[in-house]
DNA sequence: GAACAACGCACC
DNA sequence: AAACGGTGCGTTGTTC
């Protein structure tokens, strides 16, 4: 139903008593932290969808919407009062997004989110996609249904007709797509926008059922978890919409350093080869057997031209490439993107997913990719990504991070007590862990130690170390053989996940598992505890810091980052209280190194911060 | 021209 | 019998 001028009061009246509404709103783009508005909104009820339209302007073909349906801008105002109920809960696909574009009109949702994304990770993490349509056709497949079967008409008409603007970004081919929504022909817009509402409102009632069955046979993980993610819906949407400051000036400076270096890369290719670079292994083909270089193979047996395999061939080339690469990545993933997501105020407001990783319940992080910004590697090098990100002024950036956190609590869980006994001795968990495997150096043991978080076997512990296969399985009994506990706990949680065919995990929440794929259980079941705790950590941080200065601005899986304020240092501490509190541990317990710097994100030093050091 | 596979590489 | 987990993002090249 299309709200007119007329009854607009009566339907907010309407709304009034409702307890579950899906909202859904259609935006003029994506950054609703700069430019971009809302220009119609569609709200859902159990047998009703209403949709709000604001834009005045034409269609893509001159068209305006009938003036009885253009509602005053300023009407969006009177929706507070039901986003101010705190008894409704609120169904959303991707729930910070419409949070964020809401946000700019003055409006907030005081009443319960339910992320129907988030929520869909939750309880089943096994599927590739989570988009509404992924989420809806999956939902009707299971109860046997039939679907609406035309739900991306309007993607068709705005990729048809080119409804969109094409931005090009330096170091970058492809052009990113700035899609124009609002060129969409009023009626279409409405019927589409109307039917997202009910399928979004559909989807959150269902898994609200999905839920309420699961907790019937027991999983009681998922109400835990379900709980949270709804706290956590909140404290991530704080977190983008606060952002982190960006250096522009220094974020050009880079730029150009490797616009240069590409062009350089680009030029020594050219001296060497006689060919323009094309970095595929159809560019390189013909290069490398003029040059008789040989290159390995991938996983799938094809010539390989990746970095490892391009030192070993020992060819001046081979850093060409690695060169022309390493400059054509940063432009594009990091630094050009960063220009291009810049908000007026000169802050970068991520997305942050807050079950990004459906199998674990990790956190992912997009536009940007802000935990995949490189690390300092060379001290001496002035150019790190992570100095683009500084803190306002009169704040320091602090940044606790969990130590060894995966193998601290699967060390805990297996009950590893020999082990155990020498980290809290002072040892670090490697060197523990070689001492205990007796005869074995701490390089070879932290391997180990790596590929049982990850699941890997003998093979690839053989590729690791330079070693044979034969001797990478006596490590692996080796290893067994002294750590029988952590063995034992492998195989429980295996065989628990071939039965059941889901894992629970050390704070009690629950992945499923797919056939066939136990073999991947324990990693499912700290990586899973370890996000989980880092979720309740941050829930209870977020309560805590309320009305403070100081912002958390990021989570890099087991590392938060903050915004501290100057007169807010002594804070610090009950920050890491709070984390090293929320795994309830038996033997060994987590704990946290503090970092912090004043001036970048790629300048912090351990310890705390102190006005001193400003 | 869009979708997909394959590859490569950054992080934890 | 045998398997290194989880991501995001970019390009090239093929296919429909």
Same mark, same amino acid.
């Given at each position: 139903m299309i709200i007119s001028l007329d009854n607009f009061k009566e339907i907010l009246k309407e709304l009034n008593p409702k307890k579950f509404l899906s909202i859904d709103t259609e935006t003029t783009g994506l950054k609703w932290f700069n430019n971009d508005r809302l220009f119609s909104l569609v709200i859902s009820d159990e047998t009703e969808d209403y949709y709000f339209n604001f834009n005045k302007d034409p269609d893509y073909e001159g068209n305006l919407p009938p003036s009885n349906f253009i509602l005053p801008r300023e009407w969006l105002k009177e929706l507070q009062l039901k986003l101010s109920d705190k008894n409704c809960t609120w169904f959303i696909h991707n729930a910070k997004f419409d949070m964020g574009i809401i946000s700019r009109e003055g409006l907030i949702i005081l009443g319960e989110i339910h992320c129907t994304e988030a929520v869909a990770r939750l309880l089943d993490g096994r599927h590739p996609a989570y988009t509404l349509d992924d989420c809806v056709r999956r939902m009707f497949r299971h109860l046997r249904q039939k679907g609406p079967s035309k739900i991306d008409e309007v993607k068709k008409l705005v990729s048809k007709k080119k409804l969109y603007k094409e931005v090009h970004l330096e170091g970058k081919n492809q052009a990113k797509k700035e899609l124009h929504y609002h060129k969409v022909p009023f009626d279409m817009m409405a019927t589409y926008a109307c039917m997202d509402g009910r399928l979004c409102y559909l989807l959150g009632t269902y898994q609200l059922k999905v839920l309420e069955n699961r907790i019937s046979k027991g999983l009681d993980g998922f109400k835990q978890s379900y709980d949270q993610e709804k706290k956590i819906t909140k404290?991530?949407?704080?977190?983008?919409?606060?952002?982190?400051?960006?250096?522009?000036?220094?974020?050009?400076?880079?730029?150009?350093?490797?616009?240069?270096?590409?062009?350089?890369?680009?030029?020594?290719?050219?001296?060497?080869?006689?060919?323009?670079?094309?970095?595929?292994?159809?560019?390189?083909?013909?290069?490398?057997?003029?040059?008789?270089?040989?290159?390995?193979?991938?996983?799938?047996?094809?010539?390989?031209?990746?970095?490892?395999?391009?030192?070993?061939?020992?060819?001046?080339?081979?850093?060409?490439?690695?060169?022309?690469?390493?400059?054509?990545?940063?432009?594009?993933?990091?630094?050009?993107?960063?220009?291009?997501?810049?908000?007026?105020?000169?802050?970068?407001?991520?997305?942050?997913?807050?079950?990004?990783?459906?199998?674990?319940?990790?956190?992912?992080?997009?536009?940007?990719?802000?935990?995949?910004?490189?690390?300092?590697?060379?001290?001496?090098?002035?150019?790190?990504?992570?100095?683009?990100?500084?803190?306002?002024?009169?704040?320091?950036?602090?940044?606790?991070?969990?130590?060894?956190?995966?193998?601290?609590?699967?060390?805990?869980?297996?009950?590893?007590?020999?082990?155990?006994? %020498?980290?809290?001795?002072? !040892?670090?968990? *490697?060197?523990?862990?070689?001492?205990? +495997?007796?005869? @074995?150096?701490? /390089?070879?043991?932290?391997?180990?130690?790596?590929?049982?978080?990850?699941?890997?076997?003998?093979?690839?512990?053989?590729?690791?170390?330079?070693?044979?296969?034969?001797?990478?399985?006596?490590?692996?009994?080796?290893?067994?053989?002294?750590?029988?506990?952590?063995?034992?706990?492998?195989?429980?949680?295996?065989?628990?996940?071939?039965?059941?065919?889901?894992?629970?995990?050390?704070?009690?929440?629950?992945?499923?598992?797919?056939?066939?794929?136990?073999?991947?259980?324990?990693?499912?079941?700290?990586?899973?505890?370890?996000?989980?705790?880092?979720?309740?950590?941050?829930?209870?941080?977020?309560?805590?810091?309320?009305?403070? %200065?100081?912002?958390?601005? !990021?989570?890099? *899986?087991?590392?938060?980052?903050?915004? +501290?304020?100057? @007169?807010?240092? /002594?804070?610090?501490?009950?920050?890491?209280?709070?984390?090293?509190?929320?795994?309830?541990?038996?033997?060994?317990?987590?704990?946290v190194g503090p970092k912090f710097s004043w001036r970048s994100w790629g300048d912090t030093k351990e310890g705390y911060p102190t006005l001193e050091a400003a």
């Open positions: 404290v991530c949407f704080e977190m983008e919409k606060e952002g982190i400051d960006l250096d522009i000036d220094y974020t050009n400076e880079s730029l150009s350093h490797y616009r240069s270096n590409m062009k350089d890369a680009e030029q020594r290719f050219y001296d060497i080869a006689g060919t323009h670079i094309v970095d595929s292994a159809k560019g390189y083909k013909e290069v490398f057997q003029r040059l008789s270089i040989v290159p390995g193979l991938t996983a799938k047996g094809n010539p390989s031209y990746a970095a490892d395999v391009l030192e070993k061939v020992k060819h001046p080339i081979g850093k060409v490439i690695t060169d022309y690469r390493e400059a054509r990545k940063l432009m594009s993933s990091y630094y050009s993107t960063f220009l291009y997501l810049v908000s007026k105020e000169g802050k970068i407001h991520c997305s942050i997913k807050q079950n990004g990783a459906s199998k674990t319940q990790r956190m992912s992080i997009v536009d940007p990719a802000l935990q995949t910004v490189p690390k300092e590697h060379d001290p001496n090098d002035p150019w790190n990504v992570r100095r683009c990100f500084v803190p306002p002024e009169d704040y320091c950036f602090f940044a606790p991070d969990y130590d060894q956190m995966e193998y601290r609590m699967m060390l805990d869980q297996a009950e590893e007590i020999p082990v155990i006994k %020498k980290i809290l001795g002072g !040892l670090d968990v *490697h060197t523990a862990t070689a001492e205990q +495997m007796k005869a @074995s150096s701490r /390089d070879a043991a932290k391997t180990i130690n790596f590929l049982l978080l990850y699941g890997g076997g003998p093979p690839r512990l053989a590729e690791a170390l330079g070693i044979s296969v034969k001797e990478a399985e006596s490590l692996y009994h080796q290893y067994f053989y002294n750590l029988s506990n952590v063995q034992r706990w492998r195989r429980k949680i295996m065989a628990f996940a071939q039965f059941k065919g889901y894992i629970k995990n050390p704070m009690g929440t629950i992945s499923l598992v797919h056939p066939k794929g136990e073999y991947k259980a324990p990693n499912y079941a700290i990586q899973g505890g370890c996000a989980q705790a880092m979720k309740k950590a941050m829930a209870k941080i977020a309560d805590n810091m309320k009305g403070m %200065k100081s912002k958390m601005v !990021l989570q890099i *899986h087991d590392e938060l980052l903050f915004a +501290m304020h100057r @007169s807010e240092l /002594d804070y610090c501490p009950e920050i890491v209280e709070v984390m090293e509190s929320v795994y309830k541990y038996k033997y060994l317990p987590l704990t």
